[in-house]
């Protein structure tokens, strides 16, 4: 089975940095993805790591270290329209295909 | 390009009746998932389809089903529903290849059972 870990409730202020980190365990592991889950709203992709290292998108960058089993999204110039839950996800494979597996989610609240 | 659509998006039934819902994906998607979203429990991995085969099933009793046709679009069915199976329902389809690596979810079914 797979299990992800990520902290269930982050605040930060506007114009700031956050960082919210993930540690999972899975076999069959293919890369690390983020979604972004406004209430009401269906998950979006934001980034996806197959590979160690630093990915970059906007405001938004992803780092995966697969020896460590770990990775983060890091949102830069935070805006209040982050405020929003962020999951964590392993694509992994299992029998016949890779499906993707989520962890519980992180709420961050972006306070002015 | 259209979206994945879900049918319906809110659902009130009763204990031990049986529903069913619907999910388009995505034109030329033939990967659908299913997962089920609880406060506190994230999104939980239900089933895959391709090409009209399951291929993959999470850890969820029977009573959870599903189908693909051969248009992709995939139905899931859960029978004798119980107060538990309140949750929000989310389909995502993907394109094919290896390197598939972004899902693309639909709004969600909401299931409310009393």
């Known amino acids: 089975g797979q299990s992800l870990e990520q902290p269930s409730e982050v605040t930060a202020v506007e114009g700031a940095i956050v960082q919210i980190n993930c540690t999972y365990q899975t076999s069959g592991f293919y890369g690390l993805s983020w979604y972004q889950q406004h209430d009401g709203g269906a998950p979006t992709f934001l980034s996806y790591?197959?590979?160690?290292g630093l990915e970059e998108t906007g405001r938004f960058s992803s780092f995966l270290s697969r020896s460590d089993s770990y990775g983060y999204l890091l949102l830069q110039e935070l805006q209040m329209k982050d405020s929003a839950s962020y999951f964590c996800?392993?694509?992994?494979?299992?029998?016949?295909?890779?499906?993707?597996?989520f962890g519980t989610g992180t709420r961050l609240t972006v306070i002015p | 390009k259209a979206g994945v659509t879900q049918t319906p998006r809110y659902l009130i039934k009763t204990r031990g009746q049986q529903v069913t819902l619907s999910c388009s994906p995505i034109s030329g998607h033939r990967s659908v998932s299913w997962y089920q979203q609880t406060p506190g429990q994230g999104l939980q991995f239900l089933f895959e389809y391709f090409s009209e085969t399951q291929r993959n099933k999470g850890n969820f009793p029977g009573r959870f089903s599903g189908r693909q046709f051969s248009n992709s679009r995939s139905e899931m069915n859960v029978s004798t529903l119980e107060l538990g199976d309140s949750a929000l329902y989310l389909c995502?389809?993907?394109?094919?290849?290896?390197?598939?690596?972004?899902?693309?979810f639909g709004q969600g079914t909401r299931l409310t059972v009393v």
């Open positions: 790591n197959g590979l160690d």
């Open positions: 996800a392993v694509r992994a494979y299992q029998t016949g295909a890779n499906n993707l597996f």
């Open positions: 995502a389809s993907s394109g094919t290849g290896s390197m598939n690596t972004e899902a693309f």
